[in-house]
């Protein structure tokens, strides 16, 4: 069991091992005292993100690797116990460099926010900067290294692995998380984009290097156009692609080239820049488009929320209606079945009373339609699902309203009036969702009148033309009144005491989301008035 345990992190440093001296090789121009003089140095940005991924135990795989390079890539001729040291110096460096990234500075290795960026390559460089001064300090002491070979070896070395780092440890921690998606069928929709890209970075290479032109520095800034672009479409995951690409053509260039460790220096510090602009400006798109389907979901779930709410006052509702629905439906029911009964009579006797047994069939289907109508608006209103906008009659809509809000009024002693101009147009909307708001604001309304203890309760529904593009309809009842400075509209802000705060709110997201708006008209005591508005259609809905 212990033995199944390990093999993979064998099987995976062996891997490492051989990817790390395999781009060692690639990347490699030439040794110069002991040091690879490259523009970048990929293996050990593969190292570097295995180390932070998995922690300080692959350190060995780059002290190993560091050997193996010295003696057959770079074939260095400094003795062994230079070369052991210099590769204990590049591990402790760079393992320190991943502990603190990870453990002290709490670096995220999906890279999703600048920080985690910055934070990376801030100890990347300062893992090169560390390695750099160490093996130069071991260098010079081994009479290895001359002070006049600092530029030639030092330098180039540490901007190399500086760069290697930017670029490949980013490239492996972001590849690490979206492994599964890395599939040919994923990839085929980008093709041609990806050759669009391939093309502008071969052209801007060969520009820079392959003409032969003695001013091929000019055309540097060329490469910052395919990395900047790739980043802006696809994010961090796009600079990363478009940076390596880059790294891999300029080295396979200057192979080519056979250019020497003086071009180096400026070639690197370009391509250092033209590395981190590429991050920060991919990692800032990935931030943005991270928040915008953020935002896009928090709408989805407060839209959802939202509905929710509404159902949950709409059975708040219902349940304060229930008994006086129940006698308003047994009423009709209770005439249904004396009716039935005397029809039978009729029938029964002799010389049978045919006209007087119609009549009183026709008024039992006319009590059962009443309940029938009752029990359908009741379930229409229950509804629950996406709102359904169609052409709404304003006084049918009023009319429906009443029937469901009226029993519980009538049931407390209070008359409710509806005074409605026979002229208002339709408006466009959901009826439900306006029935909805009527019915909030009548039921406030009846609490209102009842914690009066008003003998003679009275609300007034009135609906008119406001101008010649909106319909007004106001709600007044002469209850306790409003106390002055309430939150009204506000969610959970509600001046009863055993009220959710979110009736108001609710009607006011609904008469919002109908282009209207609804207000407060009056709060005094015995006049409260509450009025909403809705527009009329511009034309006629199709």
Not at 527 to 537: D, I, K, Q
Request: hydrophobic share 50%; glycine share 6%.
């Amino acid at each position: 069991m212990a033995r199944t345990t390990h093999v993979p992190s064998i099987i995976t440093a062996g891997v490492l091992l051989v990817a790390y001296v395999g781009l060692e090789w690639l990347s490699f121009i030439h040794e110069h005292k002991g040091v690879p003089v490259t523009p970048w140095n990929p293996g050990l940005g593969v190292v570097f993100a295995v180390l932070v991924l998995k922690g300080a135990a692959y350190g060995a795989v780059l002290f190993i690797g560091v050997i193996v390079a010295e003696t057959f890539v770079l074939h260095t001729q400094i003795a062994w116990s230079v070369i052991l040291a210099m590769a204990a110096l590049v591990t402790v460096s760079y393992t320190a460099a991943a502990i603190i990234a990870r453990r002290y500075l709490r670096l995220d290795t999906d890279l999703t926010h600048v920080r985690d960026v910055l934070v990376l390559m801030a100890t990347g460089a300062a893992g090169a900067a560390a390695s750099a001064v160490l093996l130069t300090v071991l260098l010079l002491a081994a009479d290895e290294l001359k002070v006049s070979d600092l530029a030639q070896s030092s330098l180039p070395l540490l901007v190399g692995d500086a760069i290697g780092i930017a670029v490949m440890t980013p490239l492996l921690l972001r590849a690490s998380l979206r492994w599964h998606d890395i599939t040919r069928k994923a990839l085929a929709p980008f093709l041609p984009e990806i050759m669009l890209y391939v093309l502008a970075t071969s052209f801007a290479l060969w520009m820079i290097i392959g003409s032969d032109s003695p001013n091929y520095y000019k055309y540097l800034s060329l490469l910052f156009l395919p990395v900047v672009a790739a980043a802006v479409r696809h994010g961090i995951d796009g600079s990363c692609l478009a940076l390596a690409a880059t790294q891999l053509g300029l080295v396979a260039l200057l192979h080519r080239y056979k250019y020497d460790a003086a071009a180096f220096t400026e070639f690197q510090v370009v391509m250092l820049v033209l590395t981190l602009t590429g991050l920060l400006v991919g990692v800032v798109v990935s931030e943005r488009q991270r928040a915008d389907r953020a935002a896009r979901e928090a709408e989805a779930r407060l839209a959802d929320l939202q509905a929710q709410a509404a159902r949950a006052a709409r059975m708040n509702m219902v349940s304060g209606m229930a008994s006086a629905l129940a006698h308003e439906i047994n009423q009709p029911m209770t005439a249904a079945r004396a009716l039935a009964r005397s029809v039978q009579q009729i029938l029964r006797s002799p010389g049978a009373d045919l006209e007087r047994a119609q009549s009183n069939l026709a008024t039992l289907v006319a009590q059962i339609d009443h309940a029938g109508g009752v029990v359908r608006r009741m379930r229409d209103f229950l509804r629950r699902g996406q709102p359904h906008f169609s052409t709404v009659d304003v006084r049918a809509m009023l009319d429906d309203a009443l029937v469901l809000a009226g029993p519980a009024a009538t049931a407390r002693g209070i008359r409710v009036d509806l005074a409605a101009d026979d002229a208002i147009p339709s408006i466009f909307g959901d009826r439900i969702q306006l029935q909805q708001v009527i019915l909030n604001l009548v039921h406030n309304a009846v609490e209102a009148i009842a914690d009066s203890h008003r003998a003679d309760g009275h609300i007034q529904i009135q609906a008119h033309l406001s101008g010649r593009d909106a319909v007004e309809i106001s709600i007044a009842d002469n209850g306790v009144g409003i106390p002055q400075g309430q939150p009204l509209f506000e969610p959970l802000a509600s001046p009863k005491t055993d009220g959710l705060g979110l009736g108001l709110s609710i009607c006011t997201s609904i008469v919002q989301a109908h282009g209207g708006r609804l207000w407060l008209q009056s709060s005094e005591r015995g006049a409260t008035e509450f009025r909403f508005s809705l527009p009329l259609p511009t034309q006629a809905p199709t």
